[in-house]
């Protein structure tokens, strides 16, 4: 029995939908049926349901690595075998626009202490998403619609000290910051499980802490958009 998602055999899907924000979750869950809370133990709030007759749960993972990894390893352990992070983003190109989705070809990460703990190396791994599962995510969002970049990411492990990435990692190529896209694509290489992500834009860094940020209110109907379009992508990618 894992730890902190206190779910039975058989309660998590094969296919696992992974979120940092419980009201994100919740929402995802309404495009479900047939749907059941799973886990609400440690706020690690778990559902599963059907969407169009496939199995699929929706995870929350929290902030940062350290969360995310605990939520991670103990779906994997639940079966899933297919794990997609549906989050957002700080842009760190001027010309991304706020609404739009970046699908992470890799991410960036600094040395952390628990990047350390699982690589046991002073080499960095590369951090990067199941080739089959990346396409068919663009594909999905792009039959959607949705207006999608695609390129690494960075992952960084401190919130309040991104002040400059957009001079510093956006010239060199990185599109946006968030902070549990590295874990994912690094576990997913480790325990052999198919991962991807999909990031929507919430902020852009090149117009400073004082730019427009969008509210959980504001996403929402962006969130209704991309997960329809993500969900309906996991249920068709063989695993």
């Known amino acids: 029995m894992p730890i902190h998602i206190r779910a039975g055999e058989g309660d998590v899907a094969e296919r696992v939908v992974i979120v940092g924000d419980p009201a994100r979750a919740r929402q995802l869950s309404g495009l479900l049926t047939d749907v059941k809370v799973v886990n609400e133990n440690r706020g690690f709030i778990t559902y599963t349901g059907m969407y169009e007759d ?6 929350v993972h929290g902030v940062g690595a350290p969360s995310a990894a605990i939520v991670i390893e103990e779906l994997i352990k639940l079966g899933a ?39 046991g190396s002073t080499v960095n791994y590369p951090a990067v998403p199941n080739y089959d599962t990346l396409t068919a995510l663009v594909q999905g969002l792009r039959d959607a619609g949705v207006r999608v970049w695609i390129g690494p990411v960075y992952s ?28 994912l ?26 730019g427009r940020f969008l509210t959980a209110e504001e996403l929402s109907p962006i969130i209704e958009r991309v997960g329809k379009a993500v969900l309906s992508t996991i249920t068709r990618i063989d695993i």
């Not at 700080?90 to 690589?119: F, K």
């Not at 991104?162 to 549990?180: F, H, K, P, Q, T």
């Not at 694509?185 to 004082?210: D, K, Q």
């Open 185 to 210: 694509f690094l576990l997913g290489l480790l325990r052999g499980v198919r991962t991807g992500a999909v990031l929507v834009v919430s902020n852009n860094l090149t117009e400073g802490r004082e």
């Open 81 to 119: 075998k297919l794990i997609i992070r549906l989050g957002t983003t700080g842009a760190l190109r001027r010309e991304i626009g706020i609404g739009d989705v970046i699908v992470p070809t890799g991410s960036a990460y600094n040395s952390g202490g628990i990047y350390m703990q699982y690589l």
């Open 54 to 59: 496939v199995r699929v749960s929706v995870a």
């Open 156 to 183: 960084s492990d401190a919130f309040y000290a991104e002040e400059d990435l957009a001079n510093v990692m956006g010239s060199r190529g990185i599109l946006g910051v968030e902070m549990e896209t590295a874990i």
